[in-house]
């Protein structure tokens, strides 16, 4: 599966975002999918994963499924084989590049937050707030 990250750019701390993942070459509800983000100097980190089922978590609290109460949103769209990252009240710490990524060799409620747990990786997509 290949995939393309867009919709980053450059927004005002407390500002808001939407990144997408296009998936193609394999059918997307067999994946997991995932965001990461990397800032210069930094390790790659995790921001949010969705499992096939639609279970997700994010880095507001990676053990837990209560997403709504945090500030970024994963969610998938099998049909138009594209996943999204809606981040709110952005800062500048959310300064990274954000990166999707996928793997099949999962069960259907299960997801991943570390990138090891990940094969197949798109470029990434420039976030950057602004102070």
């Known amino acids: 599966v290949q995939l393309q990250a867009s919709g980053g750019g450059l927004v005002q701390t407390g500002g808001y975002l939407r990144v997408s993942c296009i998936a193609s070459?394999?059918?997307?509800?067999?994946?997991?999918m995932g965001w990461f983000r990397q800032a210069p100097g930094k390790e790659r980190e995790f921001v949010a994963a969705?499992?096939?089922?639609?279970?997700?978590?994010?880095?507001?609290?990676?053990y837990s499924t209560d997403s709504a109460k945090g500030r970024f949103t994963i969610s998938r769209d099998n049909r138009n084989s594209t996943v999204y990252l809606q981040m709110n009240n952005l800062k500048p710490e959310d300064t990274a590049v954000y990166y999707c990524?996928?793997?099949?060799?999962?069960?259907?409620?299960?997801?991943?937050?570390?990138?090891?747990?990940?094969?197949?990786w798109g470029l990434g997509t420039q976030v950057t707030v602004s102070s």
């Open positions: 990524a996928a793997t099949e060799a999962i069960t259907y409620h299960a997801v991943r937050i570390t990138p090891k747990g990940y094969d197949y």
């Open positions: 070459g394999g059918t997307i509800e067999n994946y997991a």
């Open positions: 969705i499992s096939k089922s639609g279970d997700s978590r994010t880095r507001d609290d990676p």
